[in-house]
T-cell receptor
Framework: DGGITQSPKYLFRKEGQNVTLSCEQN?????MYWYRQDPGQGLRLIYY???????QKGDIAEGYSVSREKKESFPLTVTSAQKNPTAFYLC??????????????FGPGTRLTVL | AQSVSQHNHHVILSEAASLELGCNYS??????LFWYVQYPGQHLQLLLK??????LVKGIKGFEAEFIKSKFSFNLRKPSVQWSDTAEYFC????????????FGAGTRLFVKA
């Protein structure tokens, strides 16, 4: 059953701690994305990756970091430098970046709460 | 900067009522347009998309959208909504510049009363 998995579903973190959100896809897609969803603001792009070992900053990359060592995996680290990290985080993929007509496929999301 | 505006944040309708959700974008060049839907407890998924050809696009579950280039709009319509259409709807635009990033609107929460 192809798709995107994100773990964990809920995550709690103390202030000052880094935390890593997992995203795995078995769709054989080249491109992967991380979005942050806040009420009333839609989805905002954090980072995206077109191919393995390459990634670019999105609109709100400050306080976040990513890696793309494998085609299937695109983990997101929320660092202590992120000032307002409590949010719902969505991972997505598409067949290839650079084709603006390709739709994105989304995972179930991770809700991060900073205590 | 490119942006996507969805006019209604919350919409409440009775079953069988007609639906139109507005979406406008700000970009003068070639665009590809999408509507995504997030049903309660489910993943965000594609409802329909436009990238060329007939500006009237039909999607899943009886939804359609019309691209009007002169108005920079891509409104979503359904002639008769059902309770199961209760969801959050996002309009999105991808352009051929800026790394082909997709810009999402703020979303519209639709509640259909049975």
């Amino acid at each position: 059953d192809g798709g995107i998995t994100q773990s964990p579903k809920y995550l709690f973190r103390k202030e000052g701690q880094n935390v890593t959100l997992s995203c795995e896809q078995n769709l054989n897609h080249d491109a992967m994305y991380w979005y942050r969803q806040d009420p009333g603001q839609g989805l905002r792009l954090i980072y995206y990756s077109q191919i393995v070992n390459d990634f670019q900053k999105g609109d709100i990359a400050e306080g976040y970091s990513v890696s793309r060592e494998k085609k299937e995996s695109f983990p997101l680290t929320v660092t202590s430098a992120q000032k307002n990290p409590t949010a719902f985080y969505l991972c997505a993929s598409s067949i290839e970046q650079g084709r603006s007509y390709n739709e994105q496929f989304f995972g179930p999301g991770t809700r991060l709460t900073v205590l | 900067a490119q942006s996507v505006s969805q006019h209604n944040h919350h919409v409440i309708l009775s079953e069988a009522a007609s639906l139109e959700l507005g979406c406008n974008y700000s970009y003068g060049g070639t665009v590809n347009l999408f509507w995504y839907v997030q049903y309660p407890g489910q993943h965000l998924q594609l409802l329909l998309k436009y990238f060329s050809g007939d500006p009237l696009v039909k999607g899943i579950k009886g939804f359609e959208a019309e691209f009007i280039k002169s108005k920079f709009s891509f409104n979503l319509r359904k002639p008769s909504v059902q309770w199961s259409d209760t969801a959050e709807y996002f309009c999105a635009v991808t352009t051929n510049t800026g790394g082909f990033k997709t810009i999402f609107g703020a979303g519209t929460r639709l509640f259909v009363k049975a």
